[in-house]
């Protein structure tokens, strides 16, 4: 494809005047976290002020994604468990779940099912922070959303070379745009300022072999991707499963028996989550 088509394209994704708004909060709410005046409760008091957004981030720390199920009772006690960067994460999924589930049918359960696949992972690996792992899956595919939002068009020649061609989504986009969500990723997450772990998870989960400077995340969300489409929980816009990264496995030290455990956990876990909805 031509590079000027590519930066044409690119070009309109990231409009960002028509991308999905986040909330008014989430900027007072970084620069409290930024200034070194301003205390934790000082940024729970900011975001509880957003009524409707708190309860929806609520809703999501409470579920079994995050290892605290039924027992966050506020926003303060929320930061103080989960840290901000996990809480900005979850401000920023809530804020595309309109669009997510108005464009692509089963993403956002999928989003939910790689959340709770990489907490499950990363738990099981004893990884430090293993909700910052759940937040990088929960985002993992919003490239795939923001490009859907923008360029509707496009959406429809991506779905049906899918389908024609019997290929992966990632490549249809490729084909179709000649870049894929895991790109976008990279820009949006440059664009909404998530620290450089989850950015990385994001850019690199369809290729964990090129994460260099954390190799686990982009392995987690790569295994959680994948486990999350063996179950069929949702929809990932893919007809087929993709290939295992056979590095990403050795990343993490794990086989495939290990992961048999982790299956078996999870199908539980999708039990629970499956009411999980923001509207
Ligand atoms: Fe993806
Ligand atoms: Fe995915």
Known sequence: MAEDLKTEIKGMILQVKDLPTLPAVLDEVTKLVESP?????????????????????????????YGFPGRIGSIQHALVLLGFNVI?????????????????????????GCATACGALARQLKLKDPEEYSVGGL???????????????????????VKEKDILYLEAEKQVMGFGHDR????????????????????????PESADLYPQMAAVIHVGDFLVRVFEYG?????????????????????????EATMDFLSEQFMEISDLDLS
Do not use: C
Request: charged share 20%; aromatic share 4%; proline share 4%.
């Open 139 to 161: 985002l993992h595919d919003l490239g795939k959303v923001v490009a859907a939002v923008q360029l509707p068009d496009i959406l429809k020649d991506i779905e049906t070379m």
């Open 184 to 207: 976008i990723n990279a820009w949006l997450a440059g664009h909404w300022r998530l620290p450089p772990n989850i950015k990385e998870g994001m850019a690199k989960h369809h290729n």
């Open 88 to 112: 900005r994460g979850i401000i920023i999924s809530t804020s595309v779940f309109d669009y997510m589930t108005a464009t692509m049918k089963g993403l956002w359960e999928h989003s939910l």
């Open 37 to 65: 005046d301003s205390s934790g409760e000082d940024i729970a008091k900011a975001i509880a002020r957003d009524q409707v957004l708190s309860a929806k981030v609520l809703k999501m720390v409470n579920s079994p994604i």
């Open 235 to 259: 929809s990932s816009g893919d007809d087929q499963l993709p290939t295992l990264s056979k590095k990403a496995l050795s990343v993490l030290k794990v086989t495939m028996a290990d992961l």
